[in-house]
């Protein structure tokens, strides 16, 4: 069922994990729906007045995207977001291709907060990171899997 196409209610269409207390509303991909493309979509009134729905609903509201330079989603949607935190797998993407990303973002005016990196590898992190690290790694031992 899709919330943009008015066939359910937020309510109805969104997933409560019961492990993470998360709130999530995925999209649904119907193989009849060949009409619409994704920008259209993306840019479209509906998705804005979802966005501030959910807004008024929950404290923070994360927009997940495609890759930037895979599709253009990240660019037409990050103009409806707050802020825009650019993720970079550790170790694997390449520093052109984090700088090409954020070029394509800045140019249409995204509001980038920062970049974070995903998937570390603490292990080898470490070798280059200061003192600081340790002490940092041994209190939130907790988040952190090798």
Do not use: F
């Not at 069922?1 to 999530?24: P, R």
């Not at 119907?30 to 998705?47: G, Q, T, V, Y």
């Amino acid at each position: 069922m899709s919330v943009l196409e008015g066939e359910a209610m937020i309510d109805e269409a969104v997933y409560k994990d019961a492990e993470t207390s998360l709130h999530i509303l995925t999209t649904v991909k119907k193989e009849h729906c060949n009409a619409a493309n994704a920008a259209d979509i993306l840019s479209s009134r509906k998705l804005a007045e979802l966005i501030k729905d959910l807004s008024e609903r929950y404290d923070l509201v994360i927009l997940d995207t495609p890759p930037t330079h895979v599709v253009a989603d990240a660019r037409i949607i990050s103009k409806q977001a707050d802020a825009v935190v650019y993720l970079v797998h550790w170790n694997e993407t390449p520093q052109g291709a984090v700088l090409e990303g954020l070029k394509e973002l800045r140019s249409v005016g995204a509001p980038i907060a920062g970049v974070a990196m995903t998937q570390v590898n603490t292990g080898k992190a470490a070798k280059y990171a200061s003192n600081g690290y340790y002490s940092y790694k041994e209190k939130y031992t907790s988040y952190y899997t090798n």
